[in-house]
């Protein structure tokens, strides 16, 4: 699955109201649609790609979650 399908996968459930988790081997992170607003009203998006890559924003810097686990909630 290429970056740019994750981040569609990941935007279609956060519109229908889902959670999201985002988790490595040590931390886990669970990203909820009013999280995603709260950037977003910022003027910044809390998900992006750069074609190769998929990034999650974390305060002024950017970490690459390619690898991390992404998982759906209800």
Request: net charge positive; proline share 2%.
């Given at each position: ?17 889902k959670t999201?988790?985002?988790?490595t081997?040590?931390?886990?992170w ?16 809390l998900?992006f790609?750069d ?8 305060g ?15």
């Open positions: 699955m290429t970056a740019d399908e994750k981040l569609t996968m990941l935007e279609k459930a956060i519109a229908l109201g999201v988790y985002v988790g081997y040590h931390r886990g669970t990203i909820t649609p009013k999280t995603v607003q709260k950037w977003r009203d910022a003027g910044l998006n998900f790609s074609g190769k890559s998929l990034y999650m924003r974390r002024r810097h950017a970490d690459c979650i390619d690898y991390c686990a992404l998982r759906v909630l209800k």
